[in-house]
C-alpha cells in the first residue's frame, strides 16, 4: 500500500500540469468554440522562453538569425516567470487576432483543424531552432521528500500541484464573480444575445485566449524542471488534459483541475503496477487512463461537446463529383511510370512515398471528406497492417498479394473497433476519441519492446518468382516495387471516386452534412458510420503494407500519433474532400517528392513541417476545400466555357399529371397518434395529444410560437422520446429509430430545409431513394419525382444554388422518392412569398393525388385553410380543436389561441 501511495503522489506533477492546460481549454472553448490543440504548443514555447531567461538568453524563433539574444546575465525566477507568462499571453491574443477571429463563423471542425496547425508550427518551430535533445531547467519548487511513516512525499510535485489548483481557484472566481466571467457565459450562450446586450464577443475572446494562454505557458514552465523540455513531449500531454477538459464538460474549471491531477497519478500509478503483476503489459497502461475516462464521458453518457451560440456559416468544403475517370486515370498512370522511369536514388523513394502515403491520405478522404467523421487515427491504423505484415508473410507464410489483402482486414476490424464511438458522437468529439485511441494504441503496441521488439521483419513481396521488393543498397528502391504502389493508388483512387458517384457515397456525403436530416431520408446513420470507417481502415491497411514492405523493418516512428496528427494536417492542406487532393497529399507528406526535393535543394529539416503548419492554417483561413480546389475550379471553369450553356431555369416548372394518381378518396385512419406526450425536464412540451389523419388526406397541426407543433412530429418521426402510441396503418412504430420509421411508411421535411449543399438536386433527391434500398427498374423514379414537384430543370444544380423556395421543394421531393404513405412537413411555406405559396399548394395536391397522405407544420393560414381537409390545433402543448377548415375558422378557442382572431386568412 505505501508504494501505491508513493507512486501516486508522484504522479502530482504530471496531474498539475494536465489541469493547467485543461483549464486552458476550457476557457478558450466557452469563449469561442475553439478546442485549442495549440494549447501544449503554447506551453512549449513558454518554457524554452522562461529556460532560455534563466540562461541569459531571449529565445528568437525567426529564421535566419541567432537562435537565443544574449542578454547580459541570467534572470532571477520572478522576472523571468512573469516575462514568460506575458509572452504567452501575447502570443494569445495574437493567435486570436490573426487566426481565430477571421474563423469566428467557421464550424467547429475549421476550427479545431487551424488549432492542430498552430501545434504543428510551434512544435516545429521550437524543434528546428532549439533541436530535439532536453533542456535542463533550474528547479522552481524545493526538492526532495517529506517522509511520513513509510510514505515518501516528493515536496515539488505536492508545491506545483497546490499552485496550479491555487491558480485554476483564482481563475474559476474571476469568472464567477467578474464582468468578464458574465460576459463569457453570456457569449457562450448565445453571440446575438452578447451583441444586444452591448457585450463584444471579441474582446470576450481575446481576453480568454490571453488568459488561457496565461496558464498554459505557466503550467509549461512550472512542470519544465520536472519533465525533460522536448518539442514532443509537450504535445503529448494534450490527450490527458482533454481528458479533464471532457469530464468538466468544457464548462468547469474545478472539475477539469481535479480530473486532471487523477489522471496524473492514475498514469503513475499505471506505470507502477506492471513490475507487480507480470501479466500486465509492459508499455502503454498510462496512456489507457485518459482514453478509458474519455470513453465513459464521451460514450456511456453519450455526452457531446457542449453547443454554443455562435452561427455556423460554413462547412468540410464541398465534395466535387468526378467527371470522366478515364482521361485523369490515365494520365496519371503515365506520369507515374515516367516518374519512376526518370528518377532514381532518393527521388524516386519520394516518389513511391508519394504513392504510398497518397493511399493512406485516400482513407481520410473517405472518412473524414466523404462521411464528415474526423479520425485523427488514420495513419496509427495504416501501422496496424504494417506491424501484422510481418507476422502474417513469415509467421503464416502467406503470400503476396494476400498477405497485405489479410492485413488490410485485420486493419479494418481495428477501425471499426477505434470508430464505435463515434456511433453515437459526431465532430470534434470523434476526433477526441481517435486521438486518444491512436496514442494508446501507439503505447501499448507499437513501442512495446515485449511485442515487437527492435522491430518486424516482412517477407519481400513476389509473385510468378518476379521479385516486387523495394530492393536494397545501389538497387533501392527498385521500378517494380514503384509499380506496384502505383498500381494500388490508381485501383484505390478509381474505388474513392466511384464511392463518390455511388449512392453509398451520397448518403455518406448526407451524414456529413446532416445526420438529423440523413436519418430523416431513410439513411442507417450507424451503419453509414461503420462502412465509413471499415472502407477507411482498409485503405489506410493497404498503404500501411506497402510501406512496411518498402521499411524491410517495421518500427513505431513512421505510425506515431503525433505523426498522425501531422498527416491529417497535410491531408486537410492538399483537399480532404477529393480524390485529387488526396493523391496531391502523398505530394506534399513528410518523406513525399516534394519533401526529398525541397531536402536536397534547402536541407529543410523541421522546417518542412513548420512551413506546411503555416499552410494549414492559411487554407482553413481562405480555402476550406485545400489547395487542390483551386486546380479543380479552373478546370470547372474551362469545362464551362466549353459547354453550351443550358437554359437556366428561374422558376420550378409546372408540375405535370403524376402517372397512378389515385382519385382523392379520404379513407380509414392511417397515421394514429394516442397520448403522445414530450417532456424536456420539468417542462411538457406535448401533453397527451390523441389525433387521426386519415388516408388520402392533407391535414394540418397548426397553432402559435412554441404550442408544441414541431415537437409533437420530432415525437412522432423518432427524433424525439416521447410517451405514447403511434401507430402507422396499425403498426407501431414505437421504439423504431428515425431511418426504419421512415423504411416503415413515415417521411418527413425540416423547418431549417437541411438539405446537402454538396450534392446537386438530383443527388439530394437521390439519398431517400437508395437509402431505402428501392430498385430503379421500370423507370426514373428520380427524375418522375422531379417532374411531379416541377423540379425537372433544376436536377443537376449544386442545392446550395437554389433559392429558399426552390430548397423547400428539393426537401420535400427528397422525403416524397421513399413513396412513404404518410408525409410530415415542417412548415415547407417559410419563407416563401405569395405566388411561391400557391406554387407550393399546387404541389403539394399533386403529391397526394399520388397516393402520399400529408401532415403539414403551418403557420401561413392561407395555405392551411385553402388546402388541408382537417385541421388540428395545439396550444401549450395540448390539442384544443380538430376539424374542418369551415369548423376551425368559426371556433372561438382557436380564435383566442391566436391572439383573437383570423384577417385576411392569416393569423393575427
Not at 45 to 56: F, I, S
Request: aromatic share 6%.
Amino acid at each position: 500500500m505505501t508504494q501505491h501511495l508513493t507512486f501516486l503522489l508522484l504522479g502530482l506533477g504530471n496531474g498539475a500540469v494536465f489541469a493547467a492546460l485543461a483549464v486552458a481549454l476550457v476557457l478558450t472553448y466557452r469563449s469561442s468554440g475553439v478546442v485549442n490543440f495549440a494549447t501544449g504548443g503554447i506551453a512549449l514555447v513558454t518554457a524554452y522562453t522562461y529556460a532560455m531567461l534563466r540562461q541569459g538568453e531571449l529565445l528568437s524563433p525567426i529564421p535566419g538569425t541567432p537562435k537565443t539574444i544574449h542578454l547580459g546575465a541570467p534572470w532571477d525566477f520572478w522576472p523571468a516567470l512573469i516575462a514568460s507568462v506575458l509572452v504567452a499571453a501575447a502570443l494569445g491574443l495574437v493567435l486570436h487576432l490573426l487566426i481565430f477571429r477571421p474563423l469566428r463563423n467557421a464550424p467547429p471542425v475549421g476550427k479545431a483543424v487551424a488549432a492542430l496547425g498552430v501545434s504543428l508550427f510551434l512544435t516545429a518551430l521550437m524543434a528546428a531552432r532549439m533541436g530535439t535533445e532536453a533542456v535542463t531547467v533550474e528547479a522552481v519548487f524545493p526538492t526532495g521528500v517529506w517522509q511520513t511513516g513509510s510514505v515518501s512525499v516528493p515536496r515539488d510535485r505536492v508545491y506545483l500541484a497546490a499552485a496550479i489548483v491555487a491558480v485554476a481557484v483564482l481563475v474559476a472566481a474571476v469568472f464567477r464573480h467578474t464582468r468578464l466571467g458574465r460576459a463569457t457565459k453570456a457569449v457562450a450562450e448565445s453571440e446575438k444575445g452578447a451583441y444586444v446586450s452591448g457585450v463584444s464577443p471579441d474582446r470576450v475572446s481575446a481576453y480568454n485566449w490571453m488568459i488561457s494562454s496565461a496558464v498554459a505557458g505557466l503550467g509549461g514552465i512550472l512542470i519544465a524542471p520536472i519533465v525533460p523540455l522536448t518539442p514532443v513531449a509537450y504535445t503529448m500531454f494534450l490527450a490527458p488534459a482533454l481528458a479533464a477538459a471532457i469530464a468538466g464538460g468544457f464548462t468547469s474549471i474545478l472539475v477539469a483541475v481535479a480530473t486532471g491531477l487523477g489522471i496524473g497519478m492514475l498514469q503513475s500509478e499505471a506505470q507502477f503496477l506492471p513490475s507487480l503483476h507480470a501479466w500486465l503489459p509492459s508499455a502503454g497502461l498510462p496512456e489507457l487512463v485518459p482514453l478509458v475516462l474519455i470513453l465513459v464521458v464521451l460514450v456511456v453518457r453519450a455526452a457531446p461537446l457542449p453547443g454554443r451560440g455562435a452561427v455556423i456559416t460554413a462547412n468540410l468544403g464541398r465534395a466535387p463529383r468526378p467527371q470522366g475517370l478515364l482521361l485523369p486515370t490515365v494520365l496519371s498512370a503515365a506520369c507515374g511510370v515516367a516518374g519512376l522511369v526518370v528518377l532514381s536514388g532518393d527521388l524516386r523513394g519520394g516518389l513511391i512515398a508519394t504513392f504510398i502515403y497518397g493511399i493512406i491520405a485516400l482513407s481520410s478522404v473517405v472518412v473524414t471528406g466523404y462521411a464528415g467523421q474526423v479520425s485523427l487515427a488514420q495513419l496509427p491504423l495504416a501501422g496496424v497492417a504494417a506491424f501484422l505484415l510481418g507476422p502474417i508473410t513469415v509467421g503464416w507464410g502467406l503470400p503476396f498479394p494476400l498477405a497485405p489483402v489479410v492485413a488490410a482486414l485485420c486493419a479494418t476490424v481495428v477501425g471499426v473497433i477505434i470508430g464505435l464511438p463515434a456511433l453515437r458522437l459526431r465532430g470534434l468529439t470523434a476526433a477526441v476519441v481517435t486521438f486518444a485511441l491512436a496514442g494508446a494504441l501507439e503505447a501499448v503496441w507499437f513501442r512495446n519492446l515485449d511485442i515487437v521488439g527492435e522491430g518486424v521483419a516482412v517477407k519481400a513481396p513476389s509473385l510468378l518468382g518476379l521479385d516486387l521488393s523495394a530492393g536494397g543498397g545501389a538497387d533501392f528502391p527498385r521500378f517494380t516495387f514503384g509499380l506496384v504502389c502505383l498500381i494500388v493508388l490508381l485501383l484505390v483512387g478509381l474505388g474513392v471516386a466511384r464511392l463518390r458517384t455511388s449512392g453509398l457515397g451520397s448518403q455518406m456525403l448526407a451524414v456529413r452534412a446532416n445526420e438529423r436530416s440523413a436519418a430523416a431520408a431513410g439513411v442507417d446513420v450507424v451503419r453509414i458510420k461503420i462502412i465509413a470507417f471499415g472502407l477507411g481502415a482498409f485503405i489506410a491497411g493497404l498503404g500501411g503494407s506497402l510501406l512496411a514492405y518498402k521499411l524491410g523493418t517495421v518500427t513505431y516512428t513512421p505510425f506515431a500519433a503525433i505523426t498522425g496528427l501531422a498527416f491529417f494536417g497535410t491531408a486537410y492542406l492538399a483537399g480532404i474532400t477529393s480524390v485529387s487532393g488526396g493523391v496531391f497529399a502523398g505530394v506534399l507528406a513528410t518523406e513525399g517528392l516534394m519533401y526529398v526535393v525541397l531536402n536536397q535543394v534547402f536541407t529543410s529539416g523541421h522546417w518542412y513541417e513548420a512551413i506546411g503548419a503555416v499552410l494549414l492554417v492559411l487554407t482553413v483561413i481562405m480555402n476550406p476545400e485545400g489547395i487542390i480546389s483551386q486546380l479543380q475550379g479552373a478546370i470547372e471553369r474551362w469545362r464551362a466555357r466549353r459547354a453550351v450553356p443550358p437554359d437556366e431555369p428561374t422558376s420550378p416548372d409546372v408540375p405535370v399529371d403524376p402517372g397512378g394518381a389515385v382519385p382523392t378518396v379520404i379513407g380509414a385512419p392511417l397515421l394514429v397518434i394516442d397520448g403522445l406526450t414530450v417532456r424536456y425536464g420539468g417542462v411538457t412540451a406535448v401533453d397527451g395529444v390523441s389525433l387521426e389523419v386519415h388516408a388520402g388526406e392533407i391535414a394540418a397541426l397548426i397553432g402559435p410560437n412554441g404550442a408544441g407543433k414541431t415537437t409533437a412530429i420530432d415525437a412522432v418521426s423518432g427524433f424525439a422520446a416521447a410517451e405514447g402510441s403511434v401507430r402507422l396503418d396499425g403498426r407501431e412504430l414505437g421504439g423504431l429509430k428515425p431511418h426504419q420509421r421512415v423504411r416503415a411508411g413515415l417521411g418527413r421535411t425540416f423547418q431549417a430545409i437541411e438539405l446537402y449543399d454538396d450534392l446537386s438536386v438530383a443527388e439530394n433527391v437521390t439519398v431517400g431513394l437508395t437509402a431505402q434500398g428501392r430498385a430503379t427498374a421500370g423507370g426514373d423514379p428520380v427524375r418522375e419525382v422531379l417532374a411531379l414537384l416541377g423540379l425537372t430543370g433544376f436536377a443537376e444544380r449544386p442545392a446550395g444554388s437554389l433559392s429558399q423556395g426552390q430548397r423547400q421543394l428539393v426537401s420535400i421531393a427528397r422525403a416524397v422518392i421513399g413513396r412513404p404513405r404518410m408525409l410530415l412537413l415542417d412548415e415547407p411555406a417559410a419563407g416563401l412569398d405569395s405566388t411561391e405559396s400557391l406554387w407550393l399548394g399546387e404541389r403539394l395536391r399533386a403529391i397526394r393525388d399520388s397516393g402520399i397522405t400529408i401532415l403539414l407544420v403551418e403557420h401561413d393560414m392561407g395555405l392551411v385553410l385553402g388546402l388541408c381537409d382537417r385541421v388540428h390545433v395545439l396550444n401549450f402543448g395540448g390539442l384544443i380543436a380538430s376539424g374542418s377548415p369551415e369548423e376551425i375558422r368559426a371556433d372561438p378557442a382557436v380564435s383566442s389561441a391566436y391572439l383573437g382572431s383570423f384577417h385576411s386568412g392569416a393569423v393575427a
